[in-house]
């Protein structure tokens, strides 16, 4: 998933890009925009959306004093459901009217949750701004609620970069104070003096970063020891140099909060995000649009199958009326032409009598030899055989009945009838034999 941060802040505007995919992350370009009277927040916007591409998931991140938050007692476990309680439980606790605020929360140490909520108008504004300029943000959130996943830090440790201080513990984000831009050394101090005297158990150590990270570590008299935070050998390829990991490092944790579905969302209510519903409901009306043309081809298609079945069915049926017309010529039209020449087949195969009639006829046709010109007449009824035909001679006559006698268990030689070129015409009838097929 590729992602687009914009980090807002008083002076400067950084944007950065990272593609993000499980445990791998790839950098895809960052620029830094200063913000002043020549270039305000609408110019710098609108910078961004010219020279962005594709369509990558935008993160607006403004300053952590835009918010507030409190920790939280509630006998739940389900965000969802503790966000919509959120602001009844905080009704005449916060200086905002709840119908004011935009709320969310994320899982604090020891069972507890750290409430967050921003003026609802400050959110509202922002977004406009970014959305006439053509990148309308889909989330809406702070930096230092990603902090977490800044990385090489560890589960227990207090974050801080010059703009805000943040408490990290067992891996969750415990307490958060923005500070105010003005000397961010002894704000830092006081805060940890502050907490340290309020009974809070503090970290084991504080990690500074970004362009105040060498400032910060030289503060001295603090109640904890400083580190500043290092860029880890296996994001070599992320950030060039120490100057570039301590600019973008904030960008990245965002990111990374981001993909994991970790990060505070203060686009809520009627302040969601619905370009992506749309572009949703767009491309399912799309599908609908070509999954209804699809149906209308598959129902013309079948339509014109439909139609070829029936011409060929009525050709076959013309076929079979003028095959019928040729084997039975005399008899009247049938009321199922094909049943009645099955039936023939089946009647002339021998499937209902003892012989087939179509062995008979190649029985018949081997006996005769060369001596018999021809049987032109044969009728066989269960095993009476009848059969005319015409021979060269009465002597080839009675040589045809003799090779018959394997064939027949009786045989009947008819008359005998000369004709002038010399040839006879001659009847012969007689019964087949049983175990003849």
Known sequence: MEYLIIQVEEERVTAARFEVSGRSA??????????????DLSAVASRIAEAGSGAPRVVLCLAASRFAQRSVELPLTDLRKVREILPVHLQGEIALPAEEAVFDVVPSASGTYLALWAKRSDIAQVVATFRDAGIEPQVVSAAPFAWRFLPGIGEDCAVCDGTALA???????????????TEPDKQLASTLVALELSGMPL???LVVF???????????????????????MELGHLFRNDETFHQLAGPYAVARACHAGALPDFRRGDLAWTAGDLKIRRKLLVTASLAAVTILLLFVYKGLQYQALRTDLTSLNASINAIYREIFPTRAKAVDEVAEIKGEIRRLSGVETGSSFLNVLKRLADAKGTTINGLYEAEVEGNAVRMKGDARSAQAVNEFKAALTPLMAT???????????????????????????
């Open 203 to 205: 970290p084991p150590r």
């Open 411 to 437: 045989i009947a030689l008819g008359e005998v009838k000369s004709r002038p070129d010399g040839t006879v015409t001659f009847s012969l009838s007689g019964t087949l034999k049983e175990v003849q097929k």
């Open 26 to 39: 790839t950098s895809a370009g960052a620029a830094v925009f200063e913000r002043g009277a020549e270039q």
């Open 167 to 181: 408490v990290i513990t067992d891996g969750t984000l415990s307490y958060l104070r923005s500070f105010d831009g």
């Open 210 to 232: 970004g362009v105040h990270a060498g400032s910060l570590a030289a503060v001295e008299g603090l109640p904890l020891p400083v580190e500043q935070l290092q860029a880890p």
